[in-house]
């Protein structure tokens, strides 16, 4: 039984049209009516479980929400990422590629921070290992930590990303890691 319809306020991001969706039944804390965030199609948002995408995050690609996971606020999921289990993405977080989150600890937010006064996201990928989204910047955290040794050597930004970057170690939860 479906528990949401797509409806016909849209969203484009890079081409593609993404439908604001709206419950078309009472399901964990949503109830019937009540709008959500947006979804390319059916695929992204499972009709099981109490998964659902709220406000304005939005979900496309060949990502995946299900399960009992949230997507909230800003946040973008979209690639081939997957969200699921008791995970919760919120805020300005962007989970995509080869992430794979199914637990509040497969993702680390951090900002505003560094010379854009943005926000990076560092996630768990389904190979164990984290990657991060910064600006244009995408890649693994070593990667990640060389640009910013390259366009931030001896400035404060430099502190700052690498000290996020250590504090993302510490806090992502990668296979076989105690809860």
Known sequence: MKKYELTEETFTVFGKTLYRI????????VKTGEFGGYIEKEENLSHFGDAWVYGNAKVYGNAKVSGDARVFGNAWVYGNAKVYGDARVSGNAWVYGNAEVFNTRHFFVQGPIGSRDGYV??????????????????????????????????????????LAAELAKVCIRLEGESR
């Open 22 to 29: 709206r419950a078309v039944r009472d399901f964990g804390s």
């Open 121 to 162: 996201t560092f996630y768990r990928t389904k190979d164990d290992t984290v990657e991060v989204r910064c600006g244009c910047f995408s890649g693994s955290l070593q990667e990640f930590v060389n640009q910013v040794e390259e366009t931030h050597g001896g400035s404060r930004y430099e502190k700052e990303y690498k």
